[in-house]
């Protein structure tokens, strides 16, 4: 998962030793033009440290984070699990959020070597919080990634009032040297949530210039606009 763009000024080297995937600034640009008034109340599902609030200052945002070392980081996001929280914290205008990939970024073991792996465990330090979907592999047997994002995806939707806005960004990935569709699974399961497609954007992106797929890593972020339709 190479959200961090090193040609970006806002994403410092910084902020990628603080967390391995932060969201690009430019990423939330892209997601800043479908908000539907500024003020409104935006919901963050998967915080991290809090790039959506930071960045999107002329907006209500509350984040959510698993991971208390990233959700201290900044003052407008709740520690805690989103499929447990999000039920109470009423309506919003709009979900900005990127979800974990399910790419090796979700790599849960401790190396033994010195190479350089950039996962969230590693990052982190340890074992990962019960509940998240930060060490699920998309595409497995067991649907462990799908079954949580699932459940998310469902308790968000719901936090939506009617015509509130879902802008997602996401990220193919390459495994066994095929593209992984993961942006698609996560349209198809929004989608069935009755929220329409309002547009799709794919945002060029150069990726970690290091690891055994350096060479192989897909070129481009997706940003997908929904909108809760009232029926
Ligand atoms: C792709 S990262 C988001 C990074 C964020 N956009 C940023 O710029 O810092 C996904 C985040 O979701 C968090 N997460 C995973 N499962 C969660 C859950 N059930 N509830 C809340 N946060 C969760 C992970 O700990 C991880 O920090």
């Known amino acids: 998962m190479a959200k961090i763009d090193l040609d970006e000024i806002e994403t410092t080297l910084d902020d990628y030793k603080k967390h391995p995937a932060v969201m690009g600034t430019h990423l939330i640009d892209a997601c800043k033009k479908y908000l539907p008034f500024l003020g409104c109340r ?3 599902p998967f ?3 809090g ?4 960045y999107l200052i002329d907006y209500d945002v ?3 984070e698993l991971e208390p070392e ?3 980081q900044c003052p407008k996001t709740i520690c805690g699990d989103s499929l447990k929280i ?3 914290l009423g309506k919003f205008d709009a979900i900005v959020t990127s979800p974990a990939y399910g790419n090796r970024m979700a790599d849960d073991f401790e190396a033994k070597d010195n190479s350089k792996r950039i996962t969230y465990r590693h990052t982190i330090g340890r074992k990962l919080t019960t509940g998240t979907t930060a060490n699920l592999h998309f595409g497995r047997k067991n649907g462990g990634y799908e079954k949580l994002h699932e459940k998310i995806w469902s308790v968000c939707v719901n936090a939506l009032s009617d015509n509130g806005i879902f802008v997602l960004n996401c990220k193919d990935f390459i495994r066994n040297s095929k593209i992984i569709e993961v942006t698609s699974w996560h349209r198809n399961v929004i989608e069935s949530f009755g929220m ?4 799709e954007n794919k945002i060029p992106s150069k990726g970690m210039g290091f690891g055994k797929s350096a060479e192989k890593r897909v070129g481009y972020e997706n940003i997908i ?3 809760k339709i009232f029926k």
Do not use: H, R, Y
Request: proline share 4%; glycine share 8%; hydrophobic share 55%.
């Open 47 to 49: 915080a991290g440290i």
């Open 62 to 64: 509350v984040g959510i």
């Open 225 to 227: 606009c929904f909108k």
């Open 42 to 44: 935006v919901l963050d």
């Open 70 to 72: 990233w959700a201290n």
């Open 86 to 88: 999000v039920p109470f």
């Open 196 to 199: 329409q497609i309002v547009e």
């Open 51 to 54: 790039t959506t609030a930071k």
